[in-house]
């Protein structure tokens, strides 16, 4: 009977203290979004500053964010190299490289010319050999696109591909001398321009109310509901 | 951002945030029906079949950090990953989640720590299945093709910001008949979805995943400010335009 008012008493505290911790968060973040509003319409004023400092310290809460993510990336790979359940044999490259370069960087420190070209040489190739992998994927997929997808949107989607394409590559800037030619370019050209902004204003909506929502502390993706 | 900007923008908030309350308050949000997508139906069957079949989930919440424009895929990103854990959570495979920036990684092992406090279970394997794939574009997505490729996986959700590099990404996915959905801001990103993958969500769908994902009533209300808001804006190009063409402006 002790034993189940103990525990009781003890989940009780628990589930007190998780509580105390959200309405702590949410308290904390949404005065630091509306803090942030209000320096951003009041830049001249004393909110102006807080604001920057609040941005300032941010930023630097992103970069302790990427140490500690980066320590975790290593050790997930040691993880993989060291235990028998999920061996990978990417990851004693990764740790390779990454002690290397490391290493490096400490003892030569960021700004030497040696870790600058090591740095970049290895970055350039890897990301040139993954960008011709892309290439040949998409590739690839435009080849299989149409018997993936056979509808009204995938045929305007194709053919509006494989004009723009043409178009882009200055072939109707040939006729530019005759008028009609011209305007007629102009006009094709503003097509993708328009279709692109039209989307865009979509997306910028959707992030405006994304970002008010967790600024003003209706959304907290820091916990779950 | 000038300051002959910032009224107009003081206004669209103060529009946002009384077109918000009417809707959260009053039940005229109910004569509203939000159009449920076919691709997140699919999600949400997938995802069932997953926990049925024990099969894993990858999600991928892309690479942008959180205090930047595409931040707020990011936090889509997120919502997401927060539903597919309640979704998922009596099943034996945690999601495995991957991400490009440090403060994103944190938060999603964040919402994993969460699972393992509800689950009342120990292990230290559940926190790891969240990590950061790789610091820049290409680096991300290389460290998250080997989890994509898992035979062990069924299901796979990309949602944030990726750019075209998400061809990658589908194209080993497809390779192991896997289910994915393509959700990004980026507009490379989604037209090489669009060509690359089955499910894909264009333009600004990515921000209705909560909604249609959850009951919640805020993430309605927000879809609906978002419809009412892309009204007011049609309408206020129509006007310019008329006014243009009436030689008025």
């Known amino acids: 009977m002790v034993y189940h008012r103990d525990h009781f008493n003890c989940a009780d505290l628990k589930i007190r203290r998780s509580a105390m911790k959200k309405i702590f968060l949410v308290i904390i973040s949404s005065l630091s979004g509306i803090l942030l509003i209000l320096g951003l319409f009041f830049p001249e004023s004393i909110l102006g500053i807080v604001r920057f400092y609040i941005l300032d310290w941010a930023i630097i809460v992103g970069a302790v964010a990427l140490t500690i993510a980066i320590i975790n990336l290593f050790s997930v790979h040691w993880n993989k190299v060291f235990s028998n359940e999920k061996r990978d044999f990417a990851s004693p490259f990764f740790i390779v490289g990454f002690l290397t370069v490391l290493l490096v960087g400490i003892l030569l420190g960021p700004n030497h010319k040696f870790f600058i070209n090591l740095t970049s040489t290895t970055i350039i190739s890897v990301e040139a050999s993954l960008m011709a992998v892309l290439a040949l994927s998409l590739g690839l997929a435009s080849f299989r696109f149409f018997r993936k997808k056979q509808n009204l949107l995938a045929i305007v989607f194709g053919i509006s591909t494989v004009f723009f394409l043409l178009l882009f590559s200055g072939i109707l800037s040939l006729g530019e001398k005759f008028s009609l030619m011209k305007t007629l370019n102009t006009a094709l050209n503003t097509l993708p321009i328009a279709g692109s902004t039209g989307i865009l204003i979509g997306i910028s909506l959707g992030a405006i109310l994304t970002s008010l929502r967790i600024l003003f502390g209706f959304d907290r993706p820091y916990h779950r509901k | ?249």
């Open chain 2, 1 to 249: 951002m000038s300051n002959t900007v910032l009224p107009f923008f003081l206004m669209f908030i103060l529009i946002i945030l009384i077109v918000g309350f009417i809707f959260y308050f009053t039940s005229l949000r109910n004569r509203f029906e939000i159009k449920k997508s076919d691709s997140l139906i699919n999600l949400r069957k997938s995802i069932g079949l997953s926990i049925e079949h024990g099969k894993g989930l990858h999600v991928s919440l892309g690479k942008s950090d959180l205090n930047n424009i595409h931040g707020a895929a990011s936090f889509i990103g997120l919502e997401t990953l927060n539903q597919i854990i309640d979704q998922s959570i009596l099943s034996d495979n945690p999601p495995v989640t991957t991400a490009g920036s440090g403060d994103l990684t944190l938060l999603a092992q964040s919402q994993h720590q969460n699972v393992l406090n509800d689950k009342s279970s120990g292990g230290s394997d559940f926190v790891s299945s969240a990590y950061l794939s790789g610091a820049t574009n290409l680096s991300y997505i290389a460290g998250a093709i080997p989890p994509s490729s898992n035979e062990t996986l069924s299901t796979q959700i990309f949602a944030g910001n990726i750019g075209p590099e998400i061809g990658l990404l589908i194209d080993s996915n497809n390779k192991k008949n896997h289910f994915s959905l393509a959700a990004t801001d980026s507009l490379e990103g989604q037209s090489v979805s669009y060509a690359c993958s089955e499910e894909v969500l264009i333009g600004e769908e990515i921000f209705a995943i909560p909604a249609q994902m959850s009951d919640e009533k805020m993430f309605k209300v927000s879809l609906l400010i978002q419809d009412v808001l892309r009204w007011f804006i049609i309408a206020i190009i129509l006007i310019v335009l008329i006014l243009k063409f009436g030689g008025v402006l």
